[in-house]
């Protein structure tokens, strides 16, 4: 207590009006999130902060007042402290934090990478036509790892080509043909670290719902109502077409099986027949036993 | 397929499958009944395991059911 | 089924598949018939159509059978 | 079946399909010959075209030849 | 191919399949019945297993009903 | 299909499939409960096994229903 | 799976699906509703096409149940 009154007494009071702004903002949001902004050039911040207005907020400022502002709202937001290095922001959202992972990453966009960046995937030069006349430029392609010849007057790549492995520093001869291609590998955006949001921290990896699955949940569901109500016998709009096929066809069946003189079932008794005699003719070696139509 | 369903009714709640029978339950929906085909039906179902003949219309759809897919 | 089956026969029969009837049919087969789940299968078949709900099966089993064998 | 097996042989003999042909073939094999499965039987025949049914029936077999195959 | 119907009825019917009971069931029906090939018939039936052969076209009539429909 | 689907909740919570249970969990979607529609679900799923009904496909149902799609 | 179907009832009483709601459903089938799991659902949820998914689900159940067994 002591030390953050002493703290408190030192700090300037920009730092402060600083301080308590951003902890208004916190406090007017019900989802809290420490974004990583490295690498997007400020143009690109501001159409992402122009995208998100409305659903979300973002604020920055230095670390250590984000992360004293985070201390004074106090409510469980403090764990947010330790994700709070490097270049990153604050956003704020009454969305729901799954919500606002999803339109975190809808908002990124792809980018070019510089020589000397770390390749966050394998980095890979497509198959097809560069477009580009032949020269030396073809060279600098097969230099990097690229399957490409002149053909057709023209450079092409004839397969799809990793020049950089995930992991790898790009080098100054790769940075370069991917500009000259305008291959964008990198995609930019604010990437999401941890939300906190109305007592709960979550991971982003807690955050990545799968659309496709709640779809495949939502069939599963649906054709386990249906097996339900068809099994049980409880009827519903839904079910009960299915219900009549059923009633129909075992009716049909029994016909069939009793060969029940009925004029609903005469055309399928006749042909049940003729398939029998067939059936039967099939089985039978000797053609001068066979009627004309069957004979070999 | 009146008939047909009657008797199934009647498979159902365990009452015998005979002409009196099949008749009271066409009547009751308003069929006008033919007696010969009372008993054709009744004739026709005497020697049939009707059990196994339902099921075995259960066998067929459920493939459909795959071969739609 | 049979309560399924009662509302086949009154759709072939021409008469209304409404409660009374339904019962009346199930009643003339011996069936123990439960009100609700009477009510329950009139309320499901309101929409429906039933000839076609029938065809649409009919449909179906030729591709069962050819996927089957 | 056998009642649907003599109603076919009389189509292919060209003989008429009515209760008194179809009780003779029957009764020639042997069968103890229900009456009413003849009438029902002769009935049931009169709005159905056989050389179609069967033709109907002809094309399917081959379809679940192939499939078997 | 009402030479293989008449068997057929046989089969059903429990009488033996014999050249008599063969020209019988074809005489009613108004065949004019050559006797090589009912003698063909009832030879080339001895080795083969009648029920067996019919239950191999079971699988067809779900097809056909609806190849018909 | 919402009773079902409310009966399918109970039957993972573990609550008791009842009359009030079910029609709690639907009045709380905000559906306009009928009783006898309750009472026949209740009644109908009284001698199931909810887990296996769940899991066997409905025959015909399925392919029936991509036919009529 | 009570989530999805807690979605599903609101889906078909036509209620809003979102936080207050499917966690009232949920509690009114004594579910222990975690809080997460229904704001995931809510959000994922809004990305899918709940009608089209389960009219597709008529096509799957057969193959979709046999699946899951």
């Known amino acids: 207590m002591s030390a953050s009154e002493r703290t408190t007494e030192t700090i300037p009071e920009w730092k402060k009006e600083e301080v308590e702004a951003l902890t208004e903002f916190l406090r007017s949001y019900d989802s809290v999130g420490v974004v990583n902004v490295a690498g997007i050039p400020s143009r690109q911040l501001q159409d992402m902060r122009r995208e998100l207005h409305g659903s979300a907020e973002l604020r920055m400022s230095r670390n250590t007042l984000l992360a004293r502002a985070l201390d004074e709202v106090d409510d469980g937001l403090e764990q947010l402290s330790e994700f709070l290095t490097g270049q990153v922001g604050l956003v704020g959202t009454n969305d729901n934090p799954f919500g606002l992972y999803k339109e975190l990453e809808a908002s990124k966009t792809p980018a070019p990478i510089n020589a000397g960046e770390v390749a966050p995937n394998d980095i890979v030069i497509p198959e097809g036509d560069t477009g580009i006349d032949p020269g030396p430029f073809v060279g600098e392609l097969q230099q990097i790892g690229a399957d490409a010849r002149i053909q057709e007057g023209s450079i092409q790549v004839l397969s799809d080509s990793v020049v950089t492995e995930e992991g790898e520093v790009v080098s100054d001869d790769v940075a370069n043909v991917l500009g000259e291609l305008g291959i964008e590998p990198k995609e930019v955006g604010l990437d999401l670290r941890s939300v906190y949001s109305e007592g709960v921290l979550f991971d982003p990896e807690d955050l990545a719902i799968d659309v496709e699955e709640y779809r495949a949940d939502i069939q599963s569901a649906v054709a386990s109502a249906r097996n339900l109500s068809i099994n049980a016998e409880y009827p519903t709009a839904a079910t009960v077409p299915a219900m009549l096929q059923t009633a129909a066809g075992e009716a049909k069946s029994v016909g069939l099986e009793a060969a029940i003189e009925s004029p609903d079932l005469m055309d399928d008794l006749v042909s049940t027949a003729d398939a029998q005699v067939r059936a039967l003719a099939a089985n039978i070696d000797d053609e001068d036993a066979l009627p004309e139509e069957l004979r070999g | ?69």
């Open chain 2, 1 to 69: 397929m009146e008939y047909v369903y009657a008797a199934l009714i009647l498979n159902e709640s365990g009452d015998e499958i005979n002409e009196d029978n099949v008749t009271a339950v066409l009547e009751a929906a308003g069929v006008d009944v033919e007696e010969s085909r009372v008993k054709a039906l009744v004739a026709a179902l005497e020697d049939v395991d009707i059990e196994e003949a339902i099921e075995s219309a259960a066998a067929v759809p459920a493939a459909g059911a795959s071969g739609g897919a």
